[in-house]
């Protein structure tokens, strides 16, 4: 059985990978773009699950 801290890291990876890709529609800015894709598929992620202990 796959644990409810894999499923919120999955979810939120394929978020920020999705996030990620419209970002770099919106904008060049590559900071940016990977600031989008840092945040919300690895930090975000790791707070709630940390949160929630």
């Known amino acids: 059985m796959v644990s409810r801290d894999t499923k919120v890291t999955a979810v939120f990876a394929l978020l920020g990978t999705a996030l990620w890709l419209v970002a770099g529609q919106l904008t060049d800015v590559q900071w940016i773009q990977?600031?989008?894709?840092?945040g919300v598929g690895i930090v975000v992620p790791t707070l709630l699950n940390e949160r929630r202990g």
């Open 34 to 38: 990977w600031a989008v894709l840092v």
